[in-house]
């Protein structure tokens, strides 16, 4: 097998979260559609990423944010974005650099995408540069319904009264279950 000096992977990646940053550039230019809300999960120890230290302290790894009623001030870049969020009674401004978005999941459509740490796939790509007979690992990033875990509060709370918002009511309920399906399913079989 040969080596991918291309990096495809990387291409494919990067393809996705443009996806992404087009969804949010919308969201901050129109407000959220409908019942269109997002949950984005990020590493927040990734390199880029700004938080009070409180919720560093209190998020080491990861943290979801629930971009629905209560933010305001959403702002995309190319290379992040940053929203005002309250969490505990306290208005905060994260920014968070695409490359750090580990997951990003709509619930009212039940379309979500899951992203693999960019020095995990290096460290992949290291390993599979030595000969294989196996066939070839599948996709990294896998277009999935990421279903939000049931009894876990995400990490924002309700904002002050005066956050920018669209009122929408979430029903938990109505999710449905949810699958995550690999890019390999989709390919045409010979």
Known sequence: MSKDVLRYD???QDALKGVVRKILTEAARDGLPGEHHFYV??????????????????HPDEMTIVLQHQFWDLNVGEHSFEVGLSF?????????PFDAISTFFDPSVQF????????LADDTVAQEAEPAEAP???????????PATKGKAPASEPAPASAKSEPSA???????SAEVVSLDSFRKKP
């Open 10 to 12: 990387l291409m494919v």
């Open 41 to 58: 999960t990020f590493r927040t120890g990734a390199p880029g990423v700004r938080l009070s230290q409180r919720l560093r302290e209190k």
């Open 88 to 96: 505990s009674g306290v208005p905060e401004r994260l920014l968070v």
């Open 112 to 119: 979500g995408l899951k992203f693999e740490a960019q020095d």
């Open 136 to 146: 070839p690992a599948p996709a990294r990033i896998v277009p999935a319904a990421i």
């Open 170 to 176: 979430e029903d938990d309920d109505n999710r449905g």
